[in-house]
């Protein structure tokens, strides 16, 4: 066991004990200073967004969708939002995780963060959420619901949207099913195979979403983790609303799905906003 040397100025210790990156006892080890370096390198690169929201509006508003126990929302709770403002909304459909975290947020006393149990069509209909919101987060969100976060932050017309993809098992399923097709284009040599079929489903996935946001006006910059260098969900897609929508981009998703018989997909990765 090691002393806190590395923990930030001002983080709550009782916070990093109930997420479990530090030990019950307040200590840090190998594997919560890895934990750690991973919390702080992702907060690293999304505190910028967070400032910039901050400049426009010291009341701004971040979603945190599919929010699971709420670890991403606690951490730029405590670390940004507790000293300089805003207010935090966290989404998660299951209700037991949604009552654990207000209990939490209680014990801290961090006033200013909500929490909805609800799905993505619920909270968009929420009067209780904004109507628009500057932030709009998902930290693995599983399936389709990272495709479901970032609707919610286009139709919420969102300035930042931040997504660390998790599995989606919908477009490999799709080039699974209509196999018989492809194997007429010399292309589908590329995910012939079943493991194939996997990663490529899942990167192209992570392609046409970003090529989604591009076309809806937003600046896409996708990046790698430091520190989940051994996870498979280590890809991070930013996106900074700077109002130049891009057709091309949107040509070229609709170019894909044809090419790749996704067709049936088209209502997911281009959806009506």
């Not at 017309?157 to 599995?167: F, L, R």
């Not at 990167?203 to 983790?225: A, I, P």
């Amino acid at each position: 066991m090691e002393d806190l040397k590395d923990i930030k100025p001002n983080q709550s210790i009782e916070l990093l004990k109930s997420l479990h990156i530090l030990t019950r006892d307040g200590k840090i080890n190998q594997d919560s200073r890895r934990k750690l370096k991973q919390v702080y390198h992702l907060y690293q690169l999304i505190e910028p967004y967070l400032e910039k929201a901050l400049a426009t509006d010291p009341e701004f508003t971040l979603v945190d969708h599919g929010a699971g126990k709420s670890y991403l929302g606690f951490i730029l709770y405590d670390l940004f939002l507790k000293e300089k403002g805003g207010d935090l909304y966290a989404i998660e459909h299951r209700p037991e995780l949604i009552e654990k975290a207000k209990k939490l947020a209680e014990t801290l006393k961090f006033d200013r963060m909500h929490f909805f149990a609800s799905d993505i069509k619920h909270a968009l209909e929420d009067t209780l959420i904004p109507s628009t919101v500057d932030i709009v987060t998902a930290l693995h969100a599983c399936d389709t619901a990272t495709d479901d976060a970032i609707l919610f932050g286009l139709k919420k017309k969102a300035q930042y949207i931040v997504i660390i993809p998790c599995c989606q098992a919908e477009v490999a399923k799709t080039l699974r099913s209509e196999k018989s097709d492809q194997l007429k284009n010399t292309l589908s040599e590329v995910w012939r195979h079943p493991i194939h079929t996997r990663e490529f489903g899942s990167h192209l996935t992570n392609v046409l979403r970003c090529l989604l946001l591009e076309g809806m006006g937003y600046k896409v910059t996708v990046t790698e983790l430091v520190g989940w260098e051994h996870s498979m969900k280590n890809e991070l897609i930013m996106a900074e609303n700077i109002h130049q929508p891009k057709k091309i981009a949107l040509d070229r998703l609709e170019e894909i799905l044809k090419t790749c018989h996704l067709d049936s997909l088209k209502s997911r990765f281009l959806p009506i906003i």
